[in-house]
């Protein structure tokens, strides 16, 4: 997927959970350092949040209207992986 474009409006929340340090969460760190920039600015006002702690495993959720929330782990996942897993979600 293309993070280069805004996303859906019933999209209101995107949360990305991994550890600093562990090498289960190494493909999820390079696509925040990656693509981050890019959803922000085609997406300037949806909040994306990026909790990490020591031993959480990698995941992310996606928050839609009227509470709907769905979310996919990430551990052991390449970067492009990553960005494949999260765009699936954000197009489900």
Do not use: W
């Amino acid at each position: 997927m293309s993070f280069a474009k805004a996303f859906s409006p019933a999209l209101r929340e995107i949360r990305i959970l991994c550890s600093q340090t562990g090498q289960a969460s190494a493909g999820t760190r390079q696509f925040i350092v990656s693509k981050y920039p890019i959803i922000k600015q085609h997406n300037p006002d949806l909040p994306v949040l990026v909790r990490e702690a020591s031993g959480t495993p990698a995941r992310v959720f996606v928050r839609f209207e009227r509470g709907v929330e769905k979310h996919v782990e990430l551990d052991n996942l390449s970067a492009a992986e990553v960005e494949t897993k999260v765009g699936q979600l954000l197009s489900s």
